[in-house]
């Protein structure tokens, strides 16, 4: 599957609450996306299928839109005779998941994570996160930790991948069914050791998903 990851933007954020509604627990407090835009403490990441702007072969005559004007159908087939052109993107891209972090002294706090459920077990959970290590240490961040339900297996095993680890429980922290929360940390980010497990884990991905497209 063709994803790759940008900061979010305005139009995205009909698209994210949809997939925060569809992946938490319909009494969890809903994000203000909207002005969470404006937080310096904090990124948000989403993915999205194709790239924005990529240079794509030219459809043929037949394949042209019909709804687009004649200028427009006309502008499309010089294009079309030059080779090549560069296709702007949709107005409604697809969004397939999205991670939200905050930036606290030292750590960097993933608030949520989540990938459109028919899409999950694509890979796209994966690269959210290597998106995220990757803003954070470049935020310079010295770990990355998260609350995760104990009975959240999926999600566990996702950040076992890149070396987090249980340091600890907050008791009920779930107000819809008292669930406990597991704390995951990760070991420091910004050493030598965990910058080589980070680089081997991004090679096993592009070998088994394709390149990392992050958009600046
Ligand atoms: C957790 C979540 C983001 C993972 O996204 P995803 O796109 O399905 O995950 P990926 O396909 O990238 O898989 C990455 C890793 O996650 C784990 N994983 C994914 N699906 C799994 C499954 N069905 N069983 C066990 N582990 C699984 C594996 O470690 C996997 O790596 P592997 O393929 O090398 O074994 C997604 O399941 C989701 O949106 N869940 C609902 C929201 C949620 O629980 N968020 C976490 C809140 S803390």
Do not use: C
């Amino acid at each position: 599957m063709d994803v790759s990851l940008r900061r979010l933007r305005a139009e995205d954020i009909d698209q994210v609450i949809e997939i925060e509604r569809e992946a938490f627990s319909p009494l969890w407090a809903s994000t203000p996306f909207k002005r969470e835009l404006n937080n310096r403490y904090a990124s948000y990441l989403v993915a999205y299928r194709g790239s924005e702007v990529r240079e794509t072969a030219v459809p043929p005559n037949d394949d042209l839109p019909k709804n687009r004007s004649l200028w427009g159908r006309f502008a499309l087939l010089t294009q079309a005779v030059l080779g090549r052109r560069s296709v702007p993107p949709e107005p409604d891209s697809n969004v397939t998941g999205y991670v939200s972090v905050w930036y606290q002294g030292e750590e960097a706090h993933i608030t949520e994570i989540a990938v459109r459920e028919p899409l999950r077990g694509n890979g796209i959970g994966e690269l959210l996160l290597i998106g995220s290590l990757r803003s954070a240490m470049e935020y310079g961040s010295q770990v990355m930790t998260l609350e995760v339900r104990v009975s959240n297996f999926i999600a566990q095993r996702l950040y076992e991948k890149y070396d987090f680890k249980l340091v600890g429980t907050r008791k009920a922290y779930y107000s819809d069914n008292r669930e406990d929360a597991a704390i995951m940390t990760t070991s420091p980010i910004l050493t030598d050791e965990y910058e080589q497990m980070f680089q081997d884990r991004q090679e096993a991905y592009r070998s088994r998903w394709g390149e990392i497209h992050i958009d600046s």
